[in-house]
């Protein structure tokens, strides 16, 4: 397969790149923006069926070369409407979820297998740009049980959330185990988000957007949207709600946070326990929060607030709680993001939130702590759809243009 690399320095000044210059010992300068405080079928591979599971850890410790900067390397391309690279625990595969309902998987070679794992094209309703099969998470599990989760619009305009099984096949699903978990009244087709992703106490999360109703929903803890859903998926069918749930003598016992507009994507990085939410602004302003996961309750502002700043007039800021992040529509339209890298290519980049913008497709990224934001020159990724990562946590981009890039160390 032709394998394309784009490869860069880390910038010193928004828009200039650095001169080329000695290895050094330490990582380079970096662009830095100081926060304010507060088709699908490509031909299939020849191989013989991959084992799925990741070999054993070594203790073998290899000095590494300095840190140049970092770069994308295409790992396949002419998907449709990729949104999603993820893998179960422990699982060599790399699934590639598509928008229009099917999800696929990607050799190490970078092939994309023929035979869907899994295709409910007939069930999904992708006729707007912000509907689809959006979301995707494999139980903690996974190789025990065989459970994966999605998420997606259906004809009717509702989103809902189904649990799977895998079948007999490990590289397919079985169709006939879905059980349909948690329908959700859309008002319009905008503002569907629908992340899933297991946190690392075993909960399942969902992030739902406020639907587009003039955001009517976003400070209203008694519905789903606008709002962090947290389900206990392991103690009864089809969810429990955990006990320290905030909302749960409420209308909508499954909600943890509000105050969310659009949370396309968000991350929960295991090591810290923290939650990275990049949520699309409407006016001005695009934005990221990161809490605790023990912030039950949290309240990220939307719709008095957009970022650090009042949308609507007489707000108080002292209220809700803001982003550690932002940045104006002058820099981008609609935030993508992201993940915290915790793979072992670049170590020195452990910790980091990775994220782009829809508009501008730049990739920048932050260490939670820091008030420094480097922006990574990699070239024009186009239009970012999201990241991903691997059961290593080696990070992936998606574009909507059907590529697959993966983030890789320049040495």
């Given at each position: 397969?032709?394998?394309?690399?784009?490869?860069?320095?880390?910038?010193?000044?928004?828009?200039?790149t650095?001169?080329?210059?000695?290895?050094?010992t330490?990582?380079p300068?970096?662009?830095?923006?100081?926060?304010?405080?507060?088709?699908?079928?490509?031909?299939?591979?020849?191989?013989?069926?991959?084992?799925?599971?990741?070999?054993?850890?070594t203790?073998?410790?290899?000095?590494?070369?300095?840190?140049?900067?970092i770069?994308?390397?295409l790992?396949?391309?002419?998907l449709?409407?990729?949104v999603?690279?993820?893998?179960?625990?422990?699982?060599?595969?790399?699934?590639?979820?598509?928008?229009g309902?099917?999800?696929?998987?990607?050799?190490?070679?970078g092939?994309?297998?023929?035979?869907?794992?899994?295709?409910?094209?007939?069930?999904?309703?992708?006729?707007?740009?912000?509907?689809?099969?959006?979301?995707?998470?494999?139980?903690?599990?996974?190789?025990?049980?065989?459970?994966?989760?999605?998420?997606?619009?259906?004809?009717?305009?509702?989103?809902?959330?189904?649990?799977?099984?895998?079948?007999?096949?490990?590289?397919?699903?079985?169709?006939?185990?879905?059980?349909?978990?948690?329908?959700?009244?859309?008002?319009?087709?905008?503002?569907?988000?629908?992340?899933?992703?297991?946190?690392?106490?075993?909960?399942?999360?969902?992030?739902?957007?406020?639907?587009?109703?003039?955001?009517?929903?976003?400070?209203?803890?008694?519905?789903l949207?606008?709002?962090m859903?947290?389900?206990?998926?392991?103690?009864?069918?089809?969810?429990?709600?955990?006990?320290?749930?905030?909302?749960?003598?409420?209308?909508?016992p499954?909600?943890?946070?509000?105050?969310?507009?659009?949370?396309?994507?968000?991350?929960?990085?295991?090591?810290?326990?923290?939650?990275?939410?990049?949520?699309v602004?409407?006016?001005?302003?695009?934005?990221?929060?990161?809490?605790?996961?023990?912030?039950?309750?949290?309240?990220?502002?939307?719709?008095?607030?957009?970022?650090?700043?009042?949308?609507?007039?007489?707000?108080?800021?002292?209220?809700?709680?803001?982003?550690?992040?932002?940045?104006?529509?002058?820099?981008?339209?609609?935030?993508?993001?992201?993940?915290?890298?915790?793979?072992?290519?670049?170590?020195?980049?452990?910790?980091?939130?990775?994220?782009?913008?829809?508009?501008?497709?730049?990739?920048?990224?932050?260490?939670?702590?820091?008030?420094?934001?480097n922006?990574?020159?990699?070239?024009?990724?186009?239009?970012?759809?999201?990241?991903?990562?691997?059961?290593?946590?080696?990070?992936?981009?998606?574009?909507?243009?059907?590529?697959?890039?993966?983030?890789?160390?320049?040495?």
């Amino acid at each position: 397969m032709r394998r394309t690399w784009i490869s860069a320095l880390l910038v010193v000044a928004v828009g200039c790149t650095a001169e080329a210059a000695p290895a050094p010992t330490t990582l380079p300068a970096v662009t830095t923006i100081t926060t304010p405080e507060p088709q699908l079928e490509v031909e299939s591979s020849d191989q013989p069926p991959e084992s799925t599971t990741l070999p054993s850890a070594t203790t073998t410790t290899i000095p590494l070369d300095p840190l140049l900067g970092i770069g994308v390397e295409l790992v396949t391309e002419g998907l449709k409407r990729p949104v999603l690279v993820l893998s179960p625990p422990d699982d060599v595969r790399r699934f590639v979820v598509l928008q229009g309902g099917k999800i696929v998987i990607m050799n190490q070679d970078g092939l994309v297998r023929s035979e869907p794992f899994l295709d409910i094209s007939d069930l999904v309703n992708d006729n707007s740009i912000e509907q689809g099969l959006l979301g995707v998470a494999f139980h903690p599990t996974y190789a025990q049980n065989g459970r994966l989760f999605v998420y997606y619009t259906q004809a009717n305009n509702n989103s809902i959330l189904v649990e799977y099984h895998a079948s007999g096949d490990p590289d397919r699903v079985n169709l006939g185990s879905a059980t349909e978990m948690l329908e959700i009244e859309q008002p319009t087709e905008r503002h569907n988000a629908g992340m899933l992703l297991f946190g690392p106490r075993g909960y399942l999360w969902m992030s739902l957007g406020e639907g587009g109703a003039a955001s009517v929903n976003a400070q209203d803890s008694d519905t789903l949207l606008g709002t962090m859903v947290r389900l206990d998926v392991d103690s009864e069918a089809p969810y429990a709600i955990p006990s320290d749930n905030p909302f749960v003598d409420g209308a909508a016992p499954e909600v943890w946070a509000i105050g969310l507009r659009n949370p396309w994507r968000f991350w929960i990085d295991a090591s810290t326990e923290m939650l990275y939410i990049g949520d699309v602004g409407q006016g001005n302003w695009e934005e990221i929060n990161v809490v605790s996961i023990d912030a039950a309750g949290s309240n990220f502002g939307w719709l008095p607030m957009e970022g650090t700043r009042c949308f609507l007039s007489g707000c108080d800021a002292s209220l809700y709680d803001l982003p550690i992040v932002e940045y104006p529509h002058s820099e981008g339209c609609s935030i993508v993001g992201g993940v915290v890298y915790r793979g072992e290519a670049i170590p020195e980049l452990s910790g980091d939130f990775f994220y782009s913008d829809w508009c501008q497709g730049w990739l920048r990224s932050f260490a939670f702590g820091s008030p420094d934001i480097n922006e990574w020159d990699v070239g024009e990724l186009g239009q970012v759809t999201s990241f991903g990562t691997d059961a290593s946590g080696e990070v992936y981009i998606t574009t909507w243009s059907g590529e697959v890039y993966k983030l890789v160390p320049l040495r």
